[in-house]
């Protein structure tokens, strides 16, 4: 069965850290370019980063940039999104989505797989 699972979401105070891991299982996620989106309540669903599946190249929205960092785990066929300096802004469902066309999109249509989204909770 071929998914991807989000993990190591939950609450913290503001100025706080979380570590978001992206997990596959039955496909290996190097030959797939890996994006973390989040969607708060009211709000669209919009990209905070990815990791491309060619040269490894990343991308961070700008509301992140100094932040987060996105990186790859391969030996465990993982994603991971450091989340630093959390702000009560990034509260929100936190999703992973995998793309087999190799480069990072920011629209969600271009994503192929979605894991079930996991909530971060940063309180003032």
């Known amino acids: 069965q071929v998914q991807v699972v989000e993990s190591g979401g939950g609450s913290v105070q503001s100025g706080g850290s979380l570590r978001l891991s992206c997990t596959a299982s039955?496909?290996?996620?190097?030959?797939?370019?890996i994006a973390w989106f989040r969607q708060a309540p009211g709000k669209e669903r919009e990209e905070v980063s990815c990791v491309s599946s060619t040269d490894g190249s990343t991308y961070l929205a700008d509301f992140v940039k100094g932040r987060f960092t996105i990186s790859r785990d391969s030996a465990k066929n993982t994603v991971q999104l450091q989340m630093n300096s959390l702000k009560p802004d990034d509260t929100a469902v936190y999703y992973c989505?995998?793309?087999?066309?190799?480069?990072?999109?920011?629209?969600?249509?271009?994503?192929?797989?979605w894991g079930q989204g996991i909530q971060v909770t940063v309180s003032s």
């Open positions: 039955g496909f290996a996620l190097d030959y797939y370019a």
């Open positions: 989505a995998a793309t087999g066309g190799l480069l990072c999109y920011s629209n969600p249509l271009t994503y192929d797989y």
